[in-house]
């Protein structure tokens, strides 16, 4: 054998076996992402672990986990270390609680060519960044999102209900746009079987308004939007808590009185998304619709498909600061990258997933965020409701709270929020007490962590 | 056994004297009884402990009652098929909790569906929401948690009841007692030891009752079925408060310590007067 024959042989084996082992440690590889349920977990589970296993022989495995407890386990064995999840999904409010287990994604970012720009600026905040870890990045988005009104456009649109709104509350019918008018609508509409609505007699009870008001994350969910809307943030830039302004008296008193005279009581069992069902089947007049929701609202056969108004949430009038429309927090959530070996292979699958498959992942998840989604005629003509939807949606998405991304973030606020409006709705501390309670916790807390003196 | 059973206790006591939270778990900060103070200051974890009272007493009640009266008729001589009886009334008692309590959340109490508003409907009766009611919910975990406790007191009570010589109820019948005379005046004096063996284990597992409360009303509505142990939990894990949840867990543990001090100090004495 000559010289360059020979090295050409020795080049070539080592090139196959190069490729053989890439393939070899390739295909030993899996990532595991723990998730959090719904339509984007099913896209993952179902359409794009898949086809990213064919396309790179990387296994992908999507362990959706319970609501509740997806931070708790997550945060639970992040401490212990096991390293049971390469990536995990959470809600931006809790991203400061694992600030010690993830990784800082700048670096996989450059080199992967992952593109920020895609996302506004208000999500790149919210969904990318933390003061936990300042000046890095810690996640991307998935599935951001924020809560809007929906309204039952037959309803609203009836002559009689229309003349006999005015007669009662000398104004015309629309849909609300503060929530005080939001609380005359919700009692005009609320009516018990047997009686009229829109020229059909009601077999069912009629309800003015639902939101999730189950125990825990259900009601919370609900109430908080209330309270950004009012203009309370939790605390101020110095970390003096502003829940003590007796705006968070009013909100609650808002909300106990929708939740007690206007909505279903079955609405005390639901959690996120289950009310929408009631909507579509025809037996609320408003509610309050995550995107995800979307589906349920409009599924064909219902009442509220091809009929339903979307609109931002309405004001807060005299809210603190200042806002034309109510302010849901920016919710959804985003991935964050755990200290893994698995950390690069993850995060080019996010990469594959999110930025070269961007608008299959909004086909796919219903989600849409990034302005690939908002610019994409594809997706504004996938489904004929997205016309009235889409441009709702932008202009809720225009006005939201970004949730501080502190590590007491999730005992405070969340917590905090939900012990409040717990105790409020259900008589067991008076409002005072309830606010009184949640002040002392929330500067302890601080006090403690230092940012207090 | 002294590691197993002294280590978490150790751990736990050790954490309700320090500020930890689970969010920053490394900076733990020594603060003395100041947990206690605040957790016994705090008028929803006087409420909960008042709600695991009332929940255990109610769980005691039901539990033993009618495991003595399932136990006393599974025993009568009339009695068919008594291991298929047997059998049948041990489901509830293998039956994981949480499963138990979501098969009763779902199939039994639901307002619409459930089995009780159906029969309640039946007879022209309302159709409440149980475990929504702040009046009903804790009534409603009561029955349920019972209902998963009985067979282990039928189980205990059955295998007394088969120790009682034929001649004392023989005895009995020709003195012209009937049933429930046999049971009040012989069978219970029997049982006494017995009783209270069954009220201490019922009592120690409705105390930390956890896993069916939570299935069913997850401590709500309200507080309204909070007992210490969702109480704990609510603090440990959704507020992160680690120091808190074992000050919790850690006064659970002293309360019933005295408790079963003074139940196996009453059945010592039971078993001695028996003697």
């Known amino acids: 054998m000559t010289g360059p024959t020979r090295r050409a042989a020795i080049a070539g084996g080592l090139a196959l076996g190069f490729g053989l082992a890439t393939t070899a440690t390739a295909q030993d590889v899996t990532i595991r992402w723990a998730l959090h349920p719904g339509a984007e977990a099913d896209a993952v589970v179902n359409y794009f672990a898949p086809k990213y296993e064919a396309e790179t022989g990387i296994k992908v495995i999507g362990e959706i986990l319970p609501p509740n407890q997806l931070r708790d386990q997550m945060s639970i064995e992040a401490i212990g270390k096991t390293g049971r999840w390469d990536l995990g999904y959470h809600s931006p409010g809790w991203f400061g609680t694992f600030k010690d287990h993830v990784v800082d994604l700048t670096p996989l970012i450059e080199s992967t060519g992952f593109d920020v720009s895609k996302y506004p600026p208000l999500i790149v905040e919210s969904h990318m960044k933390s003061d936990a870890r300042p000046g890095e990045i810690i996640a991307v988005p998935t599935t951001p999102a924020a809560p809007m009104m929906i309204a039952r456009q037959d309803l609203f649109e009836h002559p009689d209900e229309q003349a006999a709104f005015k007669e009662k509350y000398g104004r015309d ?277 230092g940012y207090l003196k | 056994m002294v590691i197993v059973v002294g280590t978490p206790l150790v751990m736990g006591l050790r954490y309700s004297l320090h500020r930890v939270f689970l969010y920053d778990f490394n900076n733990q900060v020594f603060v003395g009884l100041e947990n206690y103070w605040k957790a016994f200051a705090d008028p929803l974890f006087v409420n909960a402990l008042r709600i695991t009272g009332l929940f255990t007493l109610g769980c005691v009640v039901l539990s033993v009652g009618f495991g003595i009266l399932i136990a006393f008729l599974l025993n009568a001589r009339q009695v068919k098929l008594r291991p298929m009886w047997m059998a049948l009334f041990l489901i509830p008692f293998v039956m994981t909790p949480v499963v138990g309590g979501i098969a009763w959340r779902f199939f039994i109490w639901q307002q619409e569906f459930g089995v009780v508003n159906q029969i309640s409907s039946y007879f022209g009766g309302g159709m409440p929401f149980w475990l929504l009611e702040r009046d009903t919910a804790l009534y409603a975990t009561i029955i349920t948690n019972s209902w998963h406790l009985i067979p282990l007191a039928v189980l205990v009570f059955y295998a007394a009841l088969t120790t009682i010589p034929d001649e004392l109820h023989e005895a009995g019948r020709v003195d012209g007692a009937g049933p429930f005379q046999a049971l009040w005046y012989i069978v219970l004096p029997i049982l006494r030891p017995h009783i209270l063996f069954v009220s201490i284990i019922i009592i120690t597992s409705a105390f930390r009752e956890f896993d069916m409360i939570w299935a069913l009303t997850g401590g709500g509505p309200g507080r309204s079925t909070t007992v210490l142990s969702i109480f704990a939990y609510n603090r440990g894990i959704a507020n992160q408060d680690m120091g808190m949840a074992n000050t919790i867990a850690f006064s659970m543990f002293l309360i019933m310590a005295v408790i079963a001090w003074l139940y196996i100090t009453l059945y010592r004495r039971t078993l001695g007067d028996k003697a």
Do not use: C
């Open chain 1, 173 to 449: 019918l629309t849909v609300p746009a503060t929530y005080a008018e939001w609380r005359d609508v919700a009692e005009f509409f609320t009516r018990p079987a047997g009686a009229m609505a829109a020229g059909e007699t009601l077999e069912r009870p009629l309800y003015g308004w639902a939101d999730a008001l189950g125990a825990g994350a259900g009601i919370t969910r609900s109430y908080i939007v209330v309270l950004y809307s009012a203009g309370l943030a939790g605390w101020g830039a110095d970390f003096k808590p502003d829940i003590d302004n007796p705006i968070l008296l009013e909100t609650a008193n808002w909300f106990t009185h929708m939740a007690q005279n206007t909505a279903p009581r079955e609405a005390q069992n639901w959690g996120f998304l289950e009310g929408l069902e009631m909507f579509r089947d025809g037996h609320l007049a408003t509610a309050v619709m995550w995107p995800q929701g979307l589906g349920t609202v409009e599924a064909e056969g219902g009442k509220a498909a091809g009929n339903t108004l979307y609109a931002a949430l309405p004001q807060w009038e005299g809210n603190l600061k200042g806002y034309e429309q109510g302010v849901p927090f920016l919710g959804g959530g985003g991935v964050f990258v755990f200290d893994t070996p698995n950390q690069q292979e993850a995060f080019k699958f996010l990469k594959w997933m999110l930025q070269d498959q961007e608008i299959e992942w909004g086909k796919q998840s219903e989600q849409f965020s990034t302005t690939g989604h908002f610019a994409s005629d594809e997706l504004r003509n996938l489904k004929p409701y997205y016309a009235n939807f889409l441009p709702a949606y932008e202009k809720t998405l225009q006005q939201v709270f970004i949730r501080q991304g502190i590590p007491e973030y999730g005992a405070v606020m969340w917590n905090g929020t939900t012990e409040f409006i717990t105790d409020v709705f259900s008589g067991d501390l008076t409002g005072e007490q309830a606010q009184q309670r949640w002040v002392s916790s929330m500067t302890e807390a601080f006090t403690a962590a």
